[in-house]
């Protein structure tokens, strides 16, 4: 099994930034598809960004291209994602998941069978 810790979320007013971390612990992999999705109340569970571990293929929604940037530190086990320019509208439960298979673009949350329990951002205006 693997473990998927986040961390980082927190209340900020619009304009401000965030880093959130992801740490996967457990019986890891030696390469591996590390993502954010975020899910805010009555929406879907959506992708942010993606990253394999040995920091590989970064990949992000169109909606997060401007003001996202994933990262990883493959020692640590550990995915970061830095957002700036924070909205209200960014305001959910963000979300850390794993993946055997590589990352490789588009990707969809039902590819994910590891899942942390979540950080929440809270974006004031």
């Known amino acids: 099994q693997v473990q998927l810790v986040e961390s980082g979320g927190g209340l900020v007013q619009a304009g401000g930034s965030l880093r959130l971390s992801c740490t996967a612990s457990?019986?890891?992999?030696?390469?591996?598809?590390m993502a954010w999705f975020r899910q805010a109340p009555g929406k879907e569970r959506e992708f942010v960004a993606s990253?394999?571990?040995?920091?590989?293929?970064?990949y992000y929604a169109d909606s997060a291209k401007d003001r996202v940037t994933i990262s990883g530190d493959s020692a640590r086990n550990t995915v970061y994602l830095q957002m700036t320019s924070l909205k209200p509208e960014d305001t959910a439960g963000y979300y850390c998941?794993?993946?055997?298979?590589?990352?490789?673009?588009?990707?969809?949350?039902?590819?994910?069978?590891?899942w942390g329990q979540g950080t929440q951002v809270t974006v004031s205006s």
């Open positions: 990253i394999n571990r040995d920091g590989s293929s970064p």
């Open positions: 998941a794993v993946r055997r298979t590589l990352c490789a673009g588009p990707t969809h949350s039902s590819q994910y069978s590891y």
């Open positions: 457990g019986r890891t992999f030696s390469n591996y598809c």
